[in-house]
């Protein structure tokens, strides 16, 4: 049962565009959501973060965006970077109690950015 | 550069062998964790340290035997691995073991089991 979901296994933006990045997730439970960058041959790098209390938390050119009535969130890189192309995954943790943390990932948007 | 140091790098081991992962962290953080993943998967959780208690197993099999000496230290011990076991093993920290907070990753051990 795969919990959380990126169903775009790429995407391929120009640079200086707006890359969009997709995730749906099933369990309500889940409270915290994150983004995480991989580069081949590295371990995933946290990017950004949001509180199921908001619905957009913007850090830099990285805006995250959450609907919690559609079980859906966003990543949105303004402007895209030839940098920026990586594996990008969706995770997400439920309140605690015996799930602290407890991260689960979705299968990851590889982005490729062209100059 | 990574804030979470793990090593070996890169491990070959045959399927009687016994070898342990190591993963370092020096920013105070409370909460360390183990994952597994596979070629073109997302990682997945094995173990959640809390306090240098282990809070949480997701049902691993105990050939991995994980240990936290001290709040910097976490080690996975590995014995009787089988090939299927071969992957990237991945550490991970973050300031407490609950939500809100983010988990940063080390750049992962690859292991190979012959």
């Known amino acids: 049962d795969q919990q959380v979901k990126q169903n775009s296994p790429s995407l391929s933006v120009q640079e200086g565009r707006i890359s969009i990045l997709n995730c749906d997730y099933t369990?309500?439970?889940?409270?915290?959501f994150l983004w995480y960058k991989k580069y081949p041959a590295e371990g995933p790098t946290f990017l950004i973060s949001?509180?199921?209390?908001?619905d957009k938390n913007e850090d830099g050119r990285f805006t995250v965006f959450l609907n919690k009535s559609a079980k859906h969130l966003s990543l949105h890189i303004v402007p895209s970077q030839p940098g920026d192309s990586a594996v990008y995954f969706c995770?997400?943790?439920?309140?605690?109690?015996?799930?602290?943390?407890?991260?689960?990932f979705g299968q990851g948007t590889i982005l490729t950015v062209h100059p | 550069d990574t804030e979470v140091t793990q090593t070996p790098k890169h491990l070959v081991m045959g399927m009687t062998n016994k070898k342990s992962l190591k993963c370092e962290q020096h920013m105070g953080h409370r909460a360390m964790y183990w994952y597994k993943q596979k070629a073109k998967k997302p990682p997945e959780l094995m173990f959640v340290y809390s306090y240098e208690k282990l809070s949480i197993n997701e049902s691993v099999p105990s050939r991995f035997s994980p240990e936290c000496p001290n709040s910097s230290l976490l080690n996975l011990h590995l014995h009787a691995l089988q090939p299927e076991d071969s992957a990237l093993y991945l550490c991970?920290?973050?300031?407490?073991?609950?939500?809100?907070?983010?988990?940063?990753f080390g750049d992962g051990t690859r292991l190979s089991i012959l």
């Open positions: 995770a997400a943790t439920p309140p605690g109690g015996t799930s602290y943390g407890k991260l689960t």
């Open positions: 369990n309500s439970m889940f409270d915290y």
């Open positions: 949001i509180s199921s209390i908001k």
């Open positions: 991970a920290s973050s300031q407490w073991a609950n939500s809100n907070q983010p988990q940063h």
